[in-house]
């Protein structure tokens, strides 16, 4: 989960936007207290901070996530709209990884995320999921079957994902919706059917490792 904290609502909006479209998920707060309300609750890999904002300034609010125990070594990227060497150097010398001056690229925006999670977090960038024949890179988004990369979008993804960091848990169908669509999906049940048959298919012979849960939903076989 990446948190984004820029109060300009369209930027905001594009930078989650590329974010989802690029793998990650990603969450938007407009200021500095939506941001401390949602980490008592939930911790990203990285947050993007705005040094600019309504209420305390994007330094403020980096000195006092490196103040807490709990949030002191979250990735911290800033984002300044001068650009300036002296607003390079206070957001670095504050405790910031890295600093995009605006306006940036959101591809930019990306490759800096993904270098400072690799930089910041070397065992993480590491870690796959395997699970029999089937191998889930979780910095790369690489799917292998059977030692052959499989092509999926995001949603097929993001299913494959939730199945094989919780093998053997059955999840329902309106839970599936919720977890890999939003909570604010409109859509039915249906859809999530649509995928995993999509999802088997592109699996292989290891698409049998999903199974369905008669009148109730969908796990991952914990195959050795």
Not at 20 to 26: D, L, P, Q, V, Y
Not at 51 to 69: A, C, H, S, T
Not at 150 to 172: D, G, I, W
């Amino acid at each position: 989960m990446i948190f984004c904290v820029e109060d300009d609502n369209s930027i905001r909006d594009l930078m989650i936007y590329t974010l989802n479209s690029a793998g990650f998920e990603a969450k938007g707060f407009t200021c500095g207290s939506g941001l401390f309300d949602m980490l008592q609750t939930e911790k990203p890999r990285l947050i993007m901070l705005d040094i600019m904002l309504p209420d305390e300034d994007g330094i403020f609010i980096l000195k006092k996530l490196r103040r807490q125990p709990a949030t002191k070594d979250i990735p911290v990227i800033m984002a300044t709209a001068k650009g300036t060497e002296y607003d390079k150097v206070i957001g670095l010398d504050s405790g910031a990884d890295d600093y995009l001056a605006k306006p940036f690229g959101m591809m930019e925006m990306v490759s800096r995320i993904r270098a400072v999670l690799r930089r910041t977090s070397p065992a993480e960038a590491e870690k796959q999921i395997k699970i029999g024949k089937l191998e889930l890179n979780l910095e790369t988004y690489a799917v292998i079957e059977n030692g052959n990369r499989v092509s999926l979008t995001l949603k097929e993804y993001k299913l494959l994902r939730t199945f094989m960091e919780n093998p053997e848990r059955v999840f329902t169908r309106d839970q599936l919706l919720e977890i890999v669509w939003g909570i604010d999906y409109a859509g039915e049940t249906r859809t999530v059917d649509v995928h995993i048959g999509t999802l088997r298919t592109k699996l292989g012979a290891c698409g049998s490792y999903i199974e369905t849960v008669r009148g109730v939903g969908y796990r991952m076989e914990a195959t050795q």
